[in-house]
């Protein structure tokens, strides 16, 4: 039994959500502030409190206004049931999938309300809503001025509003059945480890973080649920304890005792001796807790204290041990829960690249090894949901099991922000497998962390990677004015043209902006296909171009056809595509970044006053023969007065503009008008 | 009273008879106790309740498990809860009422059979159709009013 899917309305940033659940591990991803600790934080109310109780400020923005909306209905007197369909409600739904073999289905017994034998899911709904009969409550006497109202509205929230349960069929949505919220314990224990570890503090008087844990599996082992092997081991930490209880009754309270100053020196006449008597009382609970520390071992006896370790093995072991009790917890709770959702938020902290990986690997394993080796094989229904910040976690995990958290402005009021999630399993899925393949590959090995930028660049090789900070710094210096491109979250993705258009669809998917960089290689049709200048080519040999185009609708364009493109022609969704145009007005054009740089530079590379055609010649030779990492180099870091290549600028800029969180995007409106630069002995060459 | 007292006949078959219930338990296999009246079935039947609780009681409520322990009478059902104490692992209850606790929560699945159920057609057509009422099941004749949000089925 798992869950396969939660959804969230109305939630803080988790207006409307769909967010779809792995058997195992699901990878949360995305950046900062998109919504994914309000998902967290939610599920620890449910778990924590019996009756969760949600404030106004938990309302996602957008829907706030709703109450107005519904006060105004009941102003007009509208009828009941419409006031309270105006009325926000946060609601969870979660759908669970189950067996049709029956082992584990004891805890569904009350959510499964359909008869169908096909039917192997079911839907559990918690809402958070009015309580029934309780609208006059909640807009009698209420300020009729807006500020004034939500503030009252404010306050009568937690009195009126109540969490309630009931399940649902999942193929008759009228077919609902209540039960009592208390229940849910039996359907759903959540566990969380939260980003906030306090591991770093290093001082003595920090708490043992670690030695607390400790208390907390005693506690499980000596439950009833506990299995036999570890009661025991209980009980005899108990009998060491009372052992010890014992030793003090007798040798240290006898020798308290001599502490205390006999009355009698009070000279109290008639006071009778009180006769004091101590007792020191020791638990196990409190002698984990606070008198326990873990250590390491060190030499000649000397333990180094748990702060003394770095933070990343700390870091680990803390998720190691707090795992193990969540493991325990579930295996000693009575009823046991159908499914226990375990939240990791950013297990990367202090961990190196490597131990990220491992621990994102191994963690299914973990859950495996426990069942075995403390449960006799009795499989832990845990669901892991990881957050995470970490390339190397992202890349790690498989595409299918990614969760892709993006902020988007709502479309109707752009001021307010709301979560979409993208699902990279059902969202790829029209992709040929082997593309999917190529994808996760690709990400893994270059470590790229296409999943947290702002901006992305997919380029050809070496070359641009080289030259392309030095480009943005140009065009950031050149206007000081419009959103700087350094500032932004940028990606850099060495793609090459043969492989950038399987990046297409993934692109769209992130909904993320970004520039494609690739190079002209025109070929001659006429001559087999060589590649030749671009002046002599009729089409060109680039995939990725002829991809772009193709998906327009337009097959196979030619060199002349391409090289007419406007800007407009080359921005689809939110992905622009740049190949090498003429730097100057009419002038030859490159044919590889290294030509076309040359072809902007005539002063540096002695190309001033020759025709065209010759200075064609020229740079295609040059280029041809320069061996591609010196020349980046030398451009990038010694000789930096040069300027960028226009195909490039103009699609730096493009990138540079734009805000973020546009909804999904038609999102080209006018560009900024980019004058071309007229090369002075234009006229002269063309004529020549 | 003498310490030793040898088990009379009627003993021996007693505990051989428990014995092998307990085995059948445990084996997990079907059995049938056969017995006269006033032979003791409800001992027998009590003993291997405890039986079960004490070897896997913890167990069972872990699983949202129950025995079901289907008695033909009221006072049987109590009497048997009385001497385990009510314990959370067993739902001992009448038929009427077992089968009854299984299919009340089916009730869009109650309310499309309950016309199939002779003279119920015509009982339902006189108070305007079974709607979205609640079908229920209590003592007393079967029933359906007017303005009440439940039907009610016979008890008996």
Excluded at chain 1, 425 to 441: C, Q, V
Excluded at chain 1, 647 to 670: Q, T
Excluded at chain 2, 101 to 115: D, M, T
Aim: proline letters at 5%; a negative charge.
């Amino acid at each position: 039994m798992y869950i396969s899917k939660i959804a969230i309305n109305n939630f803080r940033l988790l207006e409307a959500v769909v967010l779809g659940l792995e058997e195992q591990t699901t990878v949360i991803v995305g950046r900062n502030n998109s919504g994914k600790t309000s998902l967290t934080e939610l599920f620890r109310r449910l778990q924590e409190e019996a009756s969760p109780r949600f404030k106004l400020e938990d309302f996602s923005l957008g829907v706030v206004d709703q109450f107005w909306t519904a006060f105004e209905l009941q102003r007009n007197g509208a009828e009941e049931t419409q006031i309270r369909k105006a009325l926000p409600e946060i609601k969870i739904e979660l759908t669970i999938e189950y067996g049709n073999s029956g082992a584990d289905i004891g805890p569904l017994s009350d959510f499964v309300i359909d008869l169908n034998l096909e039917c192997t899911s079911t839907k559990v709904n918690i809402l958070y809503a009015l309580e029934e009969g309780k609208i006059p409550a909640l807009f009698d006497d209420i300020e009729q001025e807006k500020p004034a109202f939500f503030k009252a509205i404010k306050e009568r929230i937690p009195m009126l509003f109540k969490t309630t349960l009931e399940a649902e069929d999942p193929n008759d949505p009228t077919n609902r059945k209540k039960l009592e919220l208390s229940i849910l314990r039996a359907l759903l224990q959540c566990g969380f480890i939260s980003a906030h570890r306090t591991l770093d503090a290093t001082t003595r008087t920090e708490k043992a973080i670690l030695g607390k844990i400790l208390e907390t599996l005693f506690t499980a082992a000596t439950s009833e649920t506990a299995n036999p092997d570890e009661r025991d081991k209980a009980e005899e930490l108990t009998k060491a304890v009372s052992d010890i209880q014992n030793d003090i009754d007798v040798n240290f309270n006898e020798q308290l005792l001599k502490l205390i100053p006999a009355f009698n020196l009070f000279g109290y006449p008639g006071l009778s001796d009180p006769k004091l008597h101590t007792e020191t009382n020791l638990k196990v609970e409190q002698l984990l807790s606070n008198h326990t520390t873990v250590g390491y071992e060190g030499i000649n006896g000397v333990n180094l204290p748990e702060s003394y370790n770095g933070l990343g093995p700390r870091n680990l072991i803390f998720i190691l041990l707090k795992l193990l009790e969540f493991f325990r917890s579930f295996t000693t709770s009575q009823p046991a829960a159908g499914v226990h959702l375990v939240f990791i938020e950013e297990p990367e902290a202090h961990l190196h690249p490597q131990m990220q990986n491992v621990f994102i690997r191994k963690l299914g394993e973990i859950a495996k090894f426990f069942s075995d080796q403390y449960n006799g094989g009795v499989s832990w229904p845990a669901q892991f949901v990881v957050t995470t910040h970490s390339s190397h976690i992202a890349n790690e995990a498989s595409f299918d099991s990614m969760r892709y958290f993006l902020v988007q402005q709502r479309t109707e009021s752009p001021e307010l922000l709301t979560t979409k999630i993208k699902d990279l399993r059902s969202g790829l899925s029209d992709e040929p497998s082997e593309n999917r393949d190529f994808l996760h590959k690709y990400m893994t090995l270059t470590r790229c962390d296409l999943l947290f930028a702002d901006r992305g660049v997919l380029i050809e090789g070496t070359t641009e990677r080289l030259l392309l900070p030095k480009m943005i710094e140009k065009l950031d210096v050149g206007r000081p004015d419009i959103a700087k491109l350094s500032c932004q979250y940028l990606t850099i993705m060495e793609v090459g043209g043969a492989y950038a258009h399987i990046f297409f669809n993934l692109l769209d998917f992130l909904n993320l902006r970004t520039l494609i960089i690739t190079d002209l290689d025109t070929v001659d049709r006429g001559n087999d296909g060589k590649k030749c200048k671009v002046s002599d080519g009729t089409h060109s040999s680039n995939s990725c171009i002829n991809r772009w185009y193709a998906g327009n609708g337009e097959e196979n364009p030619t060199k002349d056809e391409l090289l007419e493109k406007r800007e407009v022609d080359k921005v689809t969704k939110n992905r622009r595509l740049a190949f090498q145009i003429p730097h100057y007005e009419g002038d030859a054009c490159g044919r590889s970044l290294e030509a076309a740089f040359i072809l902007a530079n005539p002063d540096i590379f002695d190309l001033a006053g020759i025709t065209a055609p010759a200075r064609e010649d020229q740079a295609w030779t040059a280029a041809n023969k320069i061996d591609k990492t010196d020349f980046a180099l030398e451009f990038a870091i010694n000789k930096t007065n040069w300027s960028t290549p226009r195909y490039i600028e103009e699609g730096l800029r493009w990138l540079a503009e734009n805000p973020d969180n546009s909804p999904a995007s038609e999102a080209n409106e006018e560009q900024e008008a980019t004058a071309t630069p007229v090369l002075a002995e234009n006229q002269e060459g063309d004529n020549a | 009273m003498p310490e030793a007292r040898a088990a009379n006949p009627a003993e021996e078959a007693a505990q051989r008879a428990l014995d092998s219930v307990y085995t059948c338990i445990r084996e997990r296999t079907s059995f049938r106790l056969e017995a006269g009246a006033g032979a003791g079935k409800t001992y027998s039947l009590v003993k291997a309740l405890r039986f079960i609780i004490k070897e896997q009681g913890v167990k069972l409520q872990r699983q949202h498990q129950q025995v079901a322990c289907i008695t033909y009478t009221n006072v049987a059902t109590d009497e048997i809860l009385s001497r385990i104490d009510s314990h959370p692992a067993v739902l001992a209850s009448t038929i009427h009422a077992f089968c009854w606790s299984l299919i009340k929560g089916f009730q869009p699945f109650l309310r499309l059979k309950l016309p199939e159920i002779s003279g119920w057609s015509e009982r339902l057509e006189e108070v305007g159709g079974i709607g979205q009422r609640r079908v229920d099941y209590d003592l007393g004749h079967p029933r359906a009013k007017p303005n009440d949000p439940k039907v009610f089925l016979a008890g008996c």
